[in-house]
């Protein structure tokens, strides 16, 4: 799997959010997105996603151009800004009602899941009683439990205690392992130098510099 990301750009009525960004995305590798808030981060995250169109420029998925076609990236999932759920409904009850969009998992993996993030002992909780940190785990569950070929996760460590994101880092790894796509966007540059193997600097709307590990 490849995305290509060919000279984009996104307008808000009069504002300039991403200006003529190039990028490259392959499998087997987790890429870095770094840059101050408002720097472009998160729409561009949300362009991969297809929840916004660019207003120039074209985003490749294999050489197909999802956008174009009005359709949903396949097997992509993202955690972007703030997750959010019903809040009457407990951990696990979210998860499962999401699982049953495609229903490609039963109940065993979602709870596996959850074990995995340290968060089964909250399957039962109702969602509005969980903390900052146990929101946060709950909508990177929703992201992995289907196993999917691209993982988009904005922040993902905002709010989780230390324990976890060691556990959430090895995943991440062990997922690159599995040939996936992971793109992490943060402010925080020591998760990013541990975890990417490409970084992207974002400045005002535009990639000012690449770098990559040898």
Partial sequence: MKITVKNLSKKFKRENVLENVNATFESGKIYGLVGRNGSGKSVFLKILCGFYKPTDGEVLFDDVNYAEKNEFPPNLRALIENPSFLPDLTGFENLELLAKIQNKIDEKQILKTMNDLNLLVEKDKQYFKYSLGMKQKLGIAQVLMEN?????????????EEKSVGVIKKILLELKKENKIIILS?????DINELADVVY???NGEVKRKNEKE
């Avoid at 943060?186 to 020591?190: F, G, P, T």
């Fill in 148 to 160: 999917p070929d691209i993982i988009i996760l904005d922040e993902p460590f905002n709010g989780v």
């Fill in 186 to 190: 943060s402010h925080i540059k020591e």
């Fill in 201 to 203: 600097f974002f400045d």
